[in-house]
């Protein structure tokens, strides 16, 4: 007979680890504002929104922005850490239907870095942008937490890169 299954008790659930948890230092509300590298440069303008999925285990990412006059909504998970290379797994899904993946790590002095394809924020690629490059981000937050800037580099070839967007993040009061 087979044994009956139970829901988990208090002290038997699974909690998120110390890895996860340094997630939590995008949680909040922030103003986002900067550009696509470029003539003629174009604006970056809008919000993202960083909160726990109910348990801790991912962070959600709400991106409502303008890449110009292009409206740009988008919804990120980050989680599933990989303990082999400490780093994350992000997947976002945007209003143009398309799914993107990246690697992220933050390292202890708080300076994250994204890495993906060439697919990432179609929005802000130029027309000549090869499908099959790379981009990248370091993120780094101000020491009193109240904001952060990203410097974003593409790569057409996987092997030389340029700068693509430079993003800064104010914390927004509020829930």
């Known amino acids: 007979m087979p044994e009956p299954i139970h829901a988990p008790t208090a002290d038997r659930r699974r909690r998120p680890g110390a890895e996860v ?26 919000t993202d929104i960083y909160e ?14 303008l890449v110009g006059d292009q409206q740009v909504q988008a919804i990120e998970i980050i989680g ?10 992000a997947r976002a899904f945007d209003n143009q239907g398309a799914v993107t993946v990246m690697r992220v790590s933050v390292d202890d002095q708080g300076v994250w870095r994204f890495a993906g394809g060439a697919d990432v924020a179609a929005a802000a690629q130029p027309g000549s942008a ?3 490059g790379a ?4 993120l780094t ?16 070839d996987g ?15 509020g829930p």
């Open 141 to 156: 937050a101000s020491e009193d937490a109240t904001a952060m800037t990203a410097r974003w580099e593409r790569s057409d």
């Open 21 to 46: 948890q340094r997630l939590g230092a995008l949680v909040g509300r922030w103003r986002t504002e900067g550009h696509v590298v470029g003539q003629p440069v174009v604006p970056i303008t809008g």
């Open 159 to 173: 092997s030389t890169w340029q700068p693509w967007m430079n993003v800064s993040f104010t914390r927004l009061p």
């Open 52 to 65: 726990w999925l109910a348990g801790g285990f991912f962070l959600v990412h709400h991106v409502d922005v």
């Open 80 to 89: 599933d850490h990989d303990p082999g290379t400490d780093s994350f797994t």
């Open 130 to 132: 090869d499908p099959r």
């Open 135 to 138: 981009v990248r981000s370091t």
